[in-house]
């Protein structure tokens, strides 16, 4: 249970409604069986974010000159509520979560009232918005080899309206991963790792590439493992790059990110203290600090 209240101001003083009271229950659920040599898990919970200072700031402040930036004091405070359902069984297993979203914060812009060609970026709140996904995962071992695999369906239904006319962000991911791990004698150890997601919408973005990535290193350990020596190659394929459109009311942007990963890094180590850290912070006033 929290209880808060705020005030809001615009121009220095009080706005209309400025004064708020918030009285939010924020339960967390969860439950655990056993049948047979099934196990299944079920939880929910919700939870109430704030907006960040940043997005409620309201000066307006330049970016370039095709664009503007601006808060939303306006903004509502978001609230999430999550479903998850799980089983496992031998080395197989299995989640199913759903999120459903309320007074989400999106990113969106429109053309400045006589400024044609620059856009006034800013926030608005979602009333709903829904996703859903599904997450299967195996842990096999086979003599040297362990590996961790996995294959996901992710999809949210989200339709938005803008200036040329209503879309629909409904179009699903899949995605899969191989971890590969394989422990030879004498300290010898190698990994193999791929990553994919195929083309997807999620929130307002449109990913019209698929990402694929793949990393390889060989390991050499001595003195129980206080010295090791590393040498990996990291995005071999330099498939690491996404393409995507974004849609707002005014506008719609097109990005082509290249992310930097491909590279070989031999790393050295030696560990003077095994002795773990005994300290556990409580992590007090951290979504605050967040929020700044």
């Given at each position: 249970?929290?209880?808060?209240?705020?005030?809001?101001?615009?121009?220095?003083?009080?706005?209309?409604?400025?004064?708020?009271?918030?009285?939010?229950?924020?339960?967390?659920?969860?439950?655990?069986?056993t049948?047979?040599?099934?196990?299944?898990?079920?939880?929910?919970?919700?939870?109430?974010?704030?907006?960040?200072?940043h997005?409620?700031?309201?000066?307006?402040?330049?970016?370039?000159?095709y664009?503007?930036?601006?808060?939303?004091?306006?903004?509502?405070?978001?609230?999430?509520?999550?479903?998850?359902?799980g089983?496992?069984?031998?080395?197989?297993?299995?989640?199913?979560?759903?999120?459903?979203?309320?007074n989400?914060?999106?990113?969106?812009?429109?053309?400045?009232?006589?400024?044609?060609?620059?856009?006034?970026r800013?926030?608005?709140?979602?009333?709903?918005?829904?996703?859903?996904?599904?997450?299967?995962?195996?842990s096999?071992?086979?003599?040297?080899?362990?590996?961790?695999?996995s294959?996901?369906?992710?999809?949210?239904?989200?339709?938005?309206?803008?200036?040329?006319?209503?879309?629909?962000?409904?179009?699903?991911?899949?995605?899969?991963?191989?971890?590969?791990?394989?422990?030879?004698?004498?300290?010898?150890?190698?990994?193999?790792?791929a990553?994919?997601?195929?083309?997807?919408d999620y929130?307002?973005?449109?990913?019209?590439?698929?990402?694929?990535?793949?990393?390889?290193?060989?390991?050499?350990?001595?003195?129980?493992?206080?010295?090791?020596?590393?040498?990996?190659?990291?995005?071999?394929?330099?498939?690491?790059?996404?393409?995507?459109r974004?849609?707002?009311?005014?506008?719609?942007?097109?990005l082509?990110?290249?992310?930097?990963?491909?590279?070989?890094?031999?790393?050295?180590?030696?560990?003077?203290?095994?002795?773990?850290?005994?300290?556990?912070?409580?992590?007090a006033?951290?979504?605050?600090?967040?929020?700044?």
């Open positions: 249970m929290e209880h808060s209240r705020t005030k809001r101001y615009q121009d220095g003083t009080i706005m209309d409604n400025g004064y708020e009271t918030h009285n939010n229950l924020m339960p967390t659920l969860n439950y655990q069986h049948v047979g040599k099934v196990g299944i898990m079920a939880g929910y919970s919700a939870r109430t974010l704030y907006p960040t200072y997005q409620m700031n309201q000066p307006l402040s330049y970016a370039n000159r664009s503007m930036d601006v808060g939303n004091p306006q903004l509502k405070n978001k609230t999430t509520h999550n479903a998850v359902i089983a496992f069984w031998n080395i197989f297993q299995l989640a199913v979560s759903y999120d459903y979203l309320h989400d914060i999106l990113s969106w812009g429109a053309e400045m009232a006589g400024q044609e060609g620059v856009v006034v800013s926030y608005i709140n979602l009333p709903k918005w829904q996703r859903l996904a599904v997450q299967l995962s195996a096999p071992k086979w003599g040297v080899w362990h590996g961790q695999l294959a996901g369906y992710s999809a949210q239904w989200l339709t938005i309206d803008t200036s040329t006319g209503r879309h629909k962000m409904n179009k699903p991911q899949f995605t899969c991963s191989a971890n590969n791990a394989f422990g030879f004698k004498h300290g010898w150890n190698a990994n193999l790792n990553r994919y997601g195929s083309t997807s929130s307002n973005f449109s990913y019209i590439h698929p990402t694929a990535i793949l990393n390889a290193n060989v390991q050499k350990s001595w003195a129980k493992d206080r010295f090791m020596v590393r040498f990996g190659v990291y995005d071999i394929f330099r498939q690491n790059y996404t393409k995507s974004s849609y707002s009311y005014g506008y719609s942007s097109y082509d990110d290249h992310y930097q990963t491909r590279s070989v890094v031999l790393t050295f180590r030696y560990r003077l203290n095994t002795t773990r850290n005994k300290y556990r912070g409580t992590g006033g951290n979504s605050e600090k967040q929020r700044m």
